[in-house]
């Protein structure tokens, strides 16, 4: 709940993905191997179309449930009430029973999980929020029963003690239902320990469904609908008082005439939607939650402001908490996050405390400045955000919803201790920050063609799940294929600036004459050479398509960790085909010393030879892990 989710996928050429990197400053985290080879023929792993997750997939590479904070009434799902201040994976295991994860809702007292087209739910569960039958409260996942048994569900979201999904373009809800927020009509008031079918959306396809404290709403047909309680008109039709235990169209007479809705969050006593690129809100507004530059309520859609930073922006996804509410907006073709309401603690994220009835710009980190933001989730207090697989928290942190390992608030975006422990080197998928606890499906990204006992896949999973790059654009790796030097310096480029997108190119100061402004990683290129790491011959020539050697690229890795750094002296005693003089053999010999490669099984390195895209991932993967440079 209170969660909005854009997919994210910006391909570059080659394949590639802006993302975020974490350098570890510790030890490394294993042994090198003995050698760079392959210890298994390559004919062992065709390069055909694979199933994403194979049935011989060992459990902990699947996509997992991790969770944080608040674990009163088992609502981490980890088996335990232990309030946990730093990540732990749902149920206790790698997945839940070996099935792989696909998203997380929180609510006050509960959690669902969305796995492998089935709901998971566990916390307390004493009005069948849970919807296994029971009213009994769990720490671990169970099986949600009934009218989902048989169907492949699409989407779960969680309220206050009531729970709901979307499996088939139809809606169920269950659980709690004293104000109607099941949507059974006005004929069925009771609780439902099992899922029921939300009746008044018959015969309309649902595309999406959200489920606030005490109301809950969906899209279906281009339309708004909402059902539950209405005390401050969250429902949006006009009426304020009575729980409206039908569903019930919200009005399109307004600001919503003729626009076509796209996505609807249920808030507190408050609600939210998009429509054809704009925000729109409706319901209590005590603290300028609706973000129209008041604090007056209204049982109808109003517009959120739409002059000052949200000028010329194109409001993507909305998300409204308890009393403040955030939006994912395109402005000059990058997604930011912006937030409107209550700021006691910090929540809107602009660096202050001060409340805002109109949108403000939340203040990314400056590696994040110009990332496109996938998702922002959020409630009591506490706002999160997903991007390039990893979570940045701001507001209240108490009992631990950053995931920092401490209680400390932010007042601007925080990233959390995501690459350590069990989110160890794993990009975060989805996410759902209420009640309290903040909760992420992660995965370390697989590839068709990278089987899961290929001998490089963790280097390759790390390589993606670090953003470095997403593959190309028909899905694949390709793990044996030789790196260009364009792509090379992409990767050098990403690898050593963290989420910060590639450099423009000026066409008047480029330093190679093959490479031109027009070229996606032209700035890479001239990135390099700005800062020492590659050298301009005599001919002005990078030669971008030519593929990468070994030698060049272990000088790239050597100089991009010591800028401004001569070269290592070459002794010529580590392999036999890296003799003193020889082009790069100092930095060669440094790899070596570190750790990072140890060459081949015969004792030669193979300077000249080109870099496989295994290869380069592992090269890099070792490199992340220096504890020196």
């Not at 395109?330 to 930011?336: A, C, D, G, L």
């Not at 631990?400 to 932010?410: L, P, Q, Y």
Request: hydrophobic share 40%.
């Amino acid at each position: 709940m209170r969660t909005t989710l854009i997919t994210l996928r910006t391909l570059a050429m080659g394949g590639l993905l802006l993302a975020q990197l974490g350098s570890a400053a510790g030890a490394m985290a294993a042994p090198a191997p003995a050698a760079d080879l392959r210890s298994t023929a390559l004919a062992a792993f065709p390069s055909s179309v694979l199933a994403d997750y194979p049935p011989d997939t060992p459990d902990n590479d699947l996509p997992v449930g991790v969770a944080w904070g608040y674990n009163l009434y088992g609502r981490l799902g980890d088996g335990t009430q232990t309030t946990r201040l730093a990540p732990v994976l749902v149920n206790g295991d790698s997945t839940l029973g070996g099935i792989e994860v696909n998203s997380i809702s929180n609510g006050r007292t509960h959690a669902c999980g969305l796995a492998a087209g089935d709901v998971y739910c566990w916390g307390w569960g004493v009005h069948g929020e849970l919807g296994d039958g029971d009213v009994q409260s769990r720490t671990a996942p169970v099986l949600v029963a009934g009218l989902l048994a048989d169907k492949q569900v699409t989407a779960v979201s969680v309220g206050d003690q009531f729970s709901c999904a979307l499996a088939e373009a139809q809606a169920y809800c269950w659980g709690d239902n004293t104000y109607g927020q099941l949507g059974t009509g006005p004929f069925h008031k009771e609780n439902s320990i099992l899922p029921a079918w939300v009746s008044g959306l018959s015969g309309r396809k649902v595309s999406s469904i959200d489920a606030g404290a005490f109301h809950a709403c969906a899209v279906a047909d281009g339309k708004a609908f909402c059902w539950g309680h209405n005390d401050s008109g969250q429902i949006g039709n006009g009426v304020t008082g009575d729980p409206e235990y039908a569903v019930s169209p919200v009005t399109t007479t307004g600001v919503l005439k003729g626009r076509t809705v796209t996505s609807v969050s249920a808030g507190w006593d408050d609600t939210c939607a998009t429509a054809d690129g704009q925000a729109f809100c409706w319901g209590y507004n005590g603290r300028g939650q609706l973000g129209n530059n008041s604090i007056m309520p209204s049982s109808v859609p109003v517009s959120v402001y739409p002059a000052g930073v949200l000028a010329n922006a194109t409001v993507d996804s909305v998300a409204a908490g308890s009393a403040a509410t955030c939006a994912v907006a395109t402005k000059s073709t990058i997604r930011q996050v912006y937030c409107w309401g209550r700021n006691a603690s910090g929540e809107l994220g602009n660096g202050t405390n001060t409340e805002s009835h109109v949108p403000v710009l939340v203040i990314l980190p400056p590696a994040l400045a110009k990332v496109s933001v996938a998702t922002v989730s959020g409630e009591d207090g506490t706002n999160c955000l997903l991007v390039t697989g990893k979570v940045y928290c701001w507001g209240s942190n108490v009992f631990g919803r950053f995931g920092t390992g401490n209680e400390d608030g932010s007042t601007v975006p925080l990233a959390p201790a995501s690459s350590t422990g069990v989110l160890s080197d794993r990009q975060m998928l989805s996410l759902s920050a209420h009640g309290y606890t903040t909760g992420v499906a992660a995965s370390l990204p697989s590839y068709p063609d990278v089987p899961a006992a290929y001998p490089f896949v963790d280097d390759i999973g790390w390589l993606a799940g670090s953003g470095i790059t997403q593959g190309y654009d028909d899905g694949s790796f390709k793990p044996t294929a030789n790196t260009q030097r364009q792509a090379m310096a992409a990767f050098v480029f990403r690898f050593t600036n963290p989420g910060v997108p590639l450099p423009k190119c000026a066409a008047g100061t480029r330093k190679y004459l093959d490479v031109p402004a027009s070229n996606i990683f032209c700035g890479a290129v001239e990135w390099l050479v700005a800062n020492g790491i590659a050298t301009v011959p005599a001919d002005q020539k990078f030669r971008p398509v030519v593929e990468t050697t070994r030698g060049v690229m272990a000088s790239w890795i050597y100089r991009a960790w010591h800028p401004g750094v001569a070269d290592q002296v070459c002794t010529g005693v580590t392999f036999s085909d890296v003799p003193p003089g020889s082009d790069n053999c100092g930095n060669i010999e440094w790899l070596a010393r570190v750790g990072v490669a140890n060459g081949y099984e015969d004792g030669t390195f193979k300077p000249t030879a080109s870099v496989h895209r295994d290869a380069m991932a592992a090269f890099l993967h070792r490199a992340r892990d220096l504890s020196t440079h």
